[in-house]
């Protein structure tokens, strides 16, 4: 049978594809861009029907119809590895839990069966001539939790660009077992407007940058700020090597500031993990040559790190108490986002000859009456998920400049992280560095 025939047989619709799950079962819809929509919406309407089915996914970004029709959690509950903003309004409302997870293991957890799974529904681009599927811009974890389910469905869309990867990059047909078909949109963020304080923090960060250096930058108004920097500098020959590809690093692509040139692994070659953007982001990627795919546990592996010279890591945090402990994930116990890949690049640049890595925040925030707090605490006492423990923490950064922690004592963290805390907590936080004995008699104020 030709892969052509076997395509028809397989060929089905979301409600007749749907019907593989069974009461109790664990349905996985990978990560981020591979949310098959359709199939997401024909499980839906089985609510009612069903009992005790478990989905997960990570980072949703449109409105999730096993969630959304099921309210009351009759039928489904949703579980997720990373949080989205939508994803917070659906935990805030007791409809989505957390999957506490490093990146790098996310893959393995369904390899020794710790992460359960019986059906997998991905998206994929339309198939090949040697009938494979690519899996477009999520790689990601998405061998293993394929290898590991019971049955694999598949929304074949023809909006996921085709992207090749170092492996993993593919699902052949002869392991599916339905396909549906779809054209919804793929999944992706909008640009961040950066704010006038996430431009300050990225021109912080700005004069560590020299040529060559391989960048893994988050996504957001930050990384964003510090790409318009680069975009409009004499900084060249720079590489990609990063869990999440976002718009900042096609911008840099256009500039002509990413070459891949100068790295040493995978040379001329830009590597991500997952992208999540724009359609012309997408459309870039879509079989470009210069770009590859490859899995979380090669990419977020401080060992591959490690041989990457000169690696530059730039992530988001939500606040940093004076003892260097940085939380990157929740307000006290209201999960905000997930350690995702942080502690991975931490880890990573620390092991790169020349590496850097900064986790940047702004120094305060506005409460919902209108209320101004640090976001630089005497110390975490609410509840607050430590991402990157103290020992590892390196550059902190606000718009009030840069601390490097690495080797510092106590009172030498406190006296850095003041320094860049907002003038008008600074009092405060060193009346509470003496009450904790982490502040010298002749530290500067």
């Known amino acids: 049978m030709s892969y052509a025939d076997l395509y028809a047989v397989k060929k089905t619709s979301p409600e007749k594809a749907v019907q593989l799950v069974r ?22 309407d089985r609510v009612g029907e069903l009992k005790d089915v478990k989905v997960r996914n990570a980072i949703s970004v449109k409105p999730v119809q096993v969630v959304e029709k099921d309210p009351e959690q009759v039928s489904f509950t949703y579980n997720l590895w990373h949080f989205s903003g939508l994803d917070r309004k659906y935990a805030d409302a007791g409809r989505a839990y957390h999957t506490p997870m ?75 077992d339905a396909l549906v078909e779809s ?58 090597h990063t869990e999440l590809m976002s718009d900042g690093y096609l911008d840099l692509y256009k500039a002509g500031k990413i070459t891949n040139r100068k790295k040493s692994v995978l040379p001329g070659k830009g590597i991500f993990s997952i992208s999540m ?12 040559s210069d770009v590859l795919s490859a899995p979380m546990f090669w990419v977020n592996d401080p060992a591959t790190i490690a041989r990457i010279p000169d690696f530059v890591s730039l992530n988001g945090c939500i606040a940093a108490d004076l003892f260097g402990q940085v939380c990157s994930e929740s307000s006290g116990t209201r999960q905000i986002s997930g350690t995702g890949g942080q502690l991975d690049f931490v880890t990573g640049a620390y092991l790169s000859a020349g590496g850097l890595s900064f986790l940047a925040f702004s120094s305060t925030f506005t409460d919902k009456s209108g209320g101004i707090h640090s976001n630089i605490r005497p110390c975490f006492t609410q509840g607050d998920i430590i991402t990157t423990p103290r020992t590892q923490t390196a550059y902190l950064v606000t718009e009030y400049g840069t601390a490097f922690l690495t080797g510092k004592t106590t009172w030498e963290r406190a006296e850095a992280l003041i320094g860049i805390a907002h003038p008008d907590f600074r009092e405060d936080l060193i009346r509470e560095a003496e009450k904790m004995k982490i502040w010298r008699p002749s530290n500067r104020r």
């Open 23 to 44: 009461n109790g079962d664990w349905v996985d819809y990978g990560q981020s861009g591979s949310f098959p929509e359709a199939l997401d919406a024909a499980l839906g």
């Open 102 to 176: 490093l990146f790098r293991f996310c893959g393995s957890y369904y390899n020794r069966g710790y992460a359960p799974i019986d059906v997998a529904m991905l998206t994929v681009a339309p198939m090949d001539n040697q009938g494979n599927f690519s899996v477009g811009i999520t790689n990601c974890c998405t061998r293993e939790l394929v290898s590991a389910a019971r049955n694999i469905v598949l929304e074949v869309n023809p909006n996921m660009p085709v992207i090749r990867g170092i492996q993993n990059d593919v699902i052949h047909i002869s392991e599916v």
């Open 183 to 240: 054209d919804c949109p793929i999944c992706g963020f909008p640009k961040t407007a950066p704010s006038s304080t996430d431009r300050k923090i990225a021109s912080n960060i700005f004069p560590f940058l020299r040529d060559g250096m391989t960048l893994q930058l988050g996504i957001g108004g930050i990384p964003n700020s510090l790409g318009s920097l680069i975009a409009e500098s004499d900084l060249k020959d720079l590489g990609m």
């Open 277 to 288: 953007g724009s359609r012309e982001l997408y459309d870039f990627l879509d079989h470009n």
